[in-house]
């Protein structure tokens, strides 16, 4: 007998999957996924649900493989996710998800009429936006919500983020290689799509520092991407209580939210938060009482040599792949005249991993954002032999000793030993 052929290995799989995931939605009383409006906003599967997860990653893989599969490889090269962007664009900028209330209806024209767009291009735009569910026409000339447009209109960080996908990253992105041509690999924060997209000699941060309200929307972007994230996996993956009555310097650490976090958690360890001053000062007012004796607050531009000295542990979180390897060295090489024999650096950060190690949905992500520091800042998301060569020519005395993933997420987390004096 024949075997069967991918199609059906692939069909096989999903409906395999989806009724364990469907299975789990029902026995947990859950609410299923739905583009309807009241469909929920997130889908997440617990990581220690390990059937259900792997399942849920199957069904994802093979859902797009089979849809690949059936598009053949004509189709594929000739398909565009640009008009998905566009689309996006311009329902942001003339704000159509605010247009009428996320439980009622609206004609095209009077969305137009409420937006300023013409009614033309409202149907051209909106059409092209429900082939992603994003609206839906009811009836002809008719539109409601569903539940990605409910999202943007009732969510103002998830706005925000779709704000940058869509007037920041969207111009990065179309001009990178051009950058690339330009200037090869990047050694400058002005050397990238980002600031030949934006007609700028500026880096992104000292480009968004010029304009408040694009750097506001994009700091509300970020909060959008990690408000899904638990910090669970942060506290169990790393000995905390092995550093005793440790101080820990949160470096670029914003708002404090990691270090108040840990401060809660774990009652023997101090916490100094250094970044801008704008960011410090709105930082230090906001410290919840419990914990405002063992975090503090100081101005500190780590493009500058450490301020303080004989340092425990410095923590970088999602800094180093923001800058370019000539920076993450100079970086590194700052902070050691602040070091002791014993200093621990903590570093997390999404590492690289080999092809085929990750689900394929967490890989494509992770790519995803690999390109995106790319178009964004020149710089890259790294493996840990990168991270090696990248702390020997910061100096030799600096020693990787571990590199442990957190939970199921994208995310690593390495600790790295001073081994000087």
């Known amino acids: 007998m024949a075997s069967p052929s991918q199609l059906i290995v692939l069909s096989n799989t999903i409906s395999e999957g989806t009724a364990i995931v469907n299975e789990y939605f029902l026995s947990h009383n859950l609410p299923m996924p739905s583009f309807d409006v009241s469909g929920p906003p997130r889908v997440v599967i617990p990581s220690h649900e390990k059937r259900v997860a792997a399942a849920y990653a199957e069904v994802l893989r093979a ?24 689309s996006l664009h311009f329902i942001y900028a003339y704000d159509m998800a ?4 996320v439980d009622e209806e609206a004609t095209y024209e009077q969305i137009s009429e409420k937006c300023g767009l013409n009614v033309v291009d409202t149907r051209r735009v909106l059409g092209y ?26 969510n103002p960080l998830i706005k925000d983020y779709v704000g940058i996908a869509s007037e920041e990253r969207f111009q990065a992105a179309a001009h990178t290689v051009e950058a690339l041509q330009t200037y090869g690999i990047a050694k400058e924060p002005n050397e990238t799509g980002y600031s030949i997209g934006h007609r700028t000699t500026k880096g992104l941060y ?17 909060s959008a991407i990690n408000s899904g994230n638990d910090p669970t996996s942060l506290f169990e993956t790393y000995d905390w209580k092995s550093l005793g009555s440790a101080t820990m310097i949160d470096v670029g650490g914003g708002y404090g939210y990691i270090s108040i976090s840990l401060a809660t958690k774990f009652p023997s360890l ?8 704008g960011t410090v000062a709105d930082g230090s ?19 500058n040599p450490q301020t303080l000295r004989n ?46 190690q990750l689900p394929w949905h967490e890989e494509k992500r992770l790519r995803s954002i690999n390109l995106n520091m790319l178009s964004y800042f020149g710089s890259r998301e790294k493996s840990i032999d990168d991270w090696r060569e990248i702390f020997r020519e910061a100096d030799e005395r600096f020693k990787v000793e571990s590199a442990v993933r957190l939970g199921d997420t994208l995310t690593y987390i390495m600790e790295v030993l001073w081994t000087g004096d």
């Open 63 to 86: 859902t797009i493989e089979l849809h690949n599969l059936l598009l053949g490889p004509t189709a594929i090269l000739m398909s565009s996710s640009v008009m998905d962007s566009m």
């Open 98 to 101: 605010n247009t009428f209330p």
């Open 129 to 154: 936006a429900m082939t992603n569910h994003m609206f839906k026409e009811v009836r002809p000339g008719v539109v409601a919500h569903t539940a990605a447009s409910k999202l943007l209109a009732t």
């Open 206 to 222: 000292e480009e968004l520092s010029a304009h408040p309200s694009r750097g506001k929307r994009f700091a509300n972007a970020m």
């Open 270 to 277: 101090k916490f100094i938060v250094q970044d801008v001053a």
């Open 285 to 303: 007012a906001n410290v919840p009482a419990e914990v405002s004796d063992r975090v503090s607050f100081m101005a500190y531009d780590m493009l």
């Open 311 to 356: 340092i425990d542990v410095l923590f970088f979180r999602a800094i180093f792949h923001n800058w370019t390897d000539h920076y993450c060295i100079k970086i590194l090489r700052n902070q050691i005249p602040a070091l002791k024999k014993g200093s621990r650096l903590i570093i997390v950060e999404p590492l690289l991993v080999e092809s085929g």
